[in-house]
């Protein structure tokens, strides 16, 4: 059994090359980029399970990066009990909440997106009842050494539900001033490197 693997996760619209990158700052690991399929989180259950079940049998000790969508797949998968360390940059850590907020900027009512199951808010989003129910029936179970890096300016969540989220999975959360949700200007990935430097 090979000792270390480090395991990508891209979030929406994301590439699993971006693996790549990570490498040069971790090259006592076999890297791999983690090209998911999976659209929404049963599927997403299903496929990372698999994954890391694998991996697990072929590596003793398992690190991973994983932004955005691709951390919040990774945690509702039930799969922390086979990961060693978890960086999670930007993660979305409350679906339901972000579900909502998405339905009250559309003006769309439970009662109506029951209804119609699925509605198309803009030409890239479809709000979607089997999505919302799901996430609403299976909260995020997560147990793993787990490292948390926030952008000041996520739109996506707020600096309140992050920091509750850290303190409830006992995560050690750092908030770069001004960031974004994702991390991608040169002093962002340049702060990145650096917290994964002083953490690994």
Same mark, same amino acid.
């Given at each position: 059994?090979?000792?270390?693997?480090?395991?990508?996760?891209?979030?929406?619209?994301?590439?699993?090359?971006?693996s790549?990158?990570?490498?040069?700052?971790?090259?006592?690991?076999?890297?791999?980029?983690?090209?998911?399929?999976?659209?929404?989180?049963?599927?997403?259950?299903?496929?990372?399970?698999?994954?890391?079940?694998?991996?697990?049998?072929?590596y003793?000790?398992?690190?991973?990066?994983?932004?955005?969508?691709?951390?919040?797949?990774?945690?509702?998968?039930?799969?922390?009990?086979?990961?060693?360390?978890?960086?999670?940059?930007?993660?979305?850590?409350?679906?339901?909440?972000?579900?909502?907020?998405?339905?009250?900027?559309?003006?769309?009512?439970?009662?109506?997106?029951?209804?119609?199951?699925?509605?198309?808010?803009?030409?890239?989003?479809?709000?979607?009842?089997?999505y919302?129910?799901?996430v609403?029936?299976?909260?995020?179970?997560?147990?793993?050494?787990?490292?948390?890096?926030? /952008?000041?300016?996520?739109?996506?969540?707020?600096i309140?539900t992050?920091?509750?989220?850290?303190?409830?999975?006992?995560?050690?959360?750092?908030?770069?001033?001004? /960031?974004?949700?994702?991390?991608?200007?040169?002093?962002?990935?340049?702060?990145?490197?650096?917290w994964?430097?002083?953490?690994?």
């Open positions: 059994m090979a000792e270390k693997a480090l395991i990508y996760i891209h979030g929406k619209g994301g590439t699993a090359a971006a790549e990158y990570f490498q040069q700052l971790f090259p006592e690991y076999d890297t791999f980029g983690f090209d998911y399929k999976a659209e929404n989180p049963w599927e997403a259950e299903v496929e990372y399970k698999g994954y890391f079940t694998k991996l697990s049998k072929e003793s000790y398992i690190t991973v990066i994983a932004s955005s969508l691709g951390a919040y797949f990774l945690m509702i998968a039930g799969v922390s009990d086979m990961i060693q360390k978890a960086f999670l940059v930007s993660p979305i850590v409350d679906m339901v909440g972000l579900i909502e907020d998405m339905m009250a900027r559309a003006n769309v009512s439970n009662e109506e997106l029951k209804k119609e199951k699925n509605i198309q808010i803009s030409p890239e989003e479809v709000l979607s009842w089997d919302l129910e799901w609403r029936e299976h909260p995020i179970q997560w147990k793993c050494p787990t490292y948390i890096l926030y /952008g000041e300016n996520d739109h996506f969540q707020t309140e992050i920091k509750e989220f850290a303190k409830t999975v006992d995560a050690k959360l750092t908030v770069m001033p001004n /960031g974004e949700h994702w991390f991608h200007t040169d002093d962002q990935t340049e702060y990145r490197k650096n994964l430097n002083k953490h690994k």
